[in-house]
Nanobody, 124 residues
Framework: QVQLLESGGGLVQTGGSLRLSCAAS????????MGWFREAPGKEREFVAA????????YYADSVKGRFTISRDNAKNTQYLQMNSLNSEDTAVYYC?????????????????WGQGTQVTVSS
């Protein structure tokens, strides 16, 4: 059983930055793609960013491209999401996810494990 634990969320002003972390336990994730999704109130959970097992391939939603950076440290079984230039539309619960394959995928159903989520609130 894989457990994913997010941290780093919080309240930040418009234009600020946050760095989310996702630590995995129960199984090494170095063979699996990882991703971040988010869910705003009243909206469906949406893809944010993904990274393949080596960290060499990354994908981003258009809404965060150029502002967010996904990365991973396989030695620490951890992935990260650096979020810069935050705005109110980034307010959401952010979820870490582990894919069923080694690839970076944008498809929600291709992720088999999920964290409990961490709240990010951007105030104006």
């Amino acid at each position: 059983q894989v457990q994913l634990l997010e941290s780093g969320g919080g309240l930040v002003q418009t234009g600020g930055s946050l760095r989310l972390s996702c630590a995995a336990s129960g199984r090494t994730l170095s063979n699996y793609g990882m991703g971040w999704f988010r869910e705003a109130p009243g909206k469906e959970r949406e893809f944010v960013a993904a990274i393949d097992r080596s960290g060499g391939w990354t994908y981003y939603a258009d809404s965060v491209k150029g502002r967010f950076t996904i990365s991973r440290d396989n030695a620490k079984n951890t992935q990260y999401l650096q979020m810069n230039s935050l705005n109110s539309e980034d307010t959401a619960v952010y979820y870490c996810a582990a894919a069923r394959s080694a690839w970076a995928t944008t498809v929600r159903n291709e992720y088999g494990y999920w964290g409990q989520g961490t709240q990010v609130t951007v105030s104006s």
